[in-house]
C-alpha cells in the first residue's frame, strides 16, 4: 500500500490485515485488525521513524512516506511461495549456459554442431529474454501497485 499522502493507522493497519489473512478488507475481523495495529503502534512504526523511512505522528495516529522510503524497495525481493527467486534462476541459467560451452568445447554432440556464434547468440538470447521477463515481472509486483500486494 504505497500512497503519495498520509494514511491512518487504522486504514493501514486494515490493510495489512486484510492481506494477511488473504481475505477483503471489509472481511478483516476486529481482533485480526488489532493485532497488527499493536505491532505497527508500539514497534514497528516507531523504529521506522527513528530511521527516517515514515513520518509517524503516534499522536494524530498517521504514517507518511519519507523520500528515504524509495531507496530501501531495491532490497526488497518478494518471492510468491510457488516461485523461485529471480537470483537463484539466473544461477541455473549461467550453469546451464556454462554447461553448454563446455559441451560444445569438448565437441559433445549436439552441441558440437552449433558453430560458435550461434552458441554465443543462443547464450546472449536467453539472458536477453531472461532479463525483459524479469523487467516486465518486477513492474508487475512493485510494492504499492494498485490491488493486492505480491504473494
Known amino acids: 500500500m504505497r500512497e503519495d499522502r498520509e494514511v491512518s493507522l487504522r486504514e493501514l493497519s486494515m490493510q495489512l490485515a486484510a492481506w494477511e489473512n488473504d481475505v477483503h478488507r471489509d472481511a478483516v475481523t476486529h481482533k485480526q485488525r488489532m493485532r497488527v495495529y499493536t505491532a505497527l503502534r508500539q514497534s514497528h512504526l516507531p523504529k521506522l521513524d527513528e530511521n527516517d ?3 509517524f505522528d503516534s499522536s494524530a495516529g498517521v504514517i507518511e512516506l ?10 526488497l525481493d518478494v ?7 529471480w537470483s537463484t534462476y539466473y544461477l541455473g541459467l549461467g550453469n546451464i549456459c556454462a554447461g553448454a ?17 550461434g552458441l554465443a547468440a543462443l547464450v546472449t538470447a ?10 516486465y515481472y ?11 500486494p505480491p504473494a
Open 66 to 75: 519519507t523520500d528515504d522510503a524509495s531507496e530501501l524497495e531495491v532490497y
Open 53 to 55: 523511512v515514515v513520518e
Open 101 to 117: 560451452v563446455v559441451l560444445s568445447w569438448v565437441e559433445i554432440f549436439p552441441l558440437s554442431a552449433f558453430p560458435e556464434l
Open 138 to 148: 518486477e513492474r508487475q509486483n512493485r510494492l504499492g501497485s494498485a490491488g493486492e
Open 126 to 135: 536467453l539472458f536477453v529474454g531472461s532479463a525483459i521477463a524479469h523487467r
Open 79 to 85: 518471492v510468491p511461495h510457488d516461485e523461485i527467486p
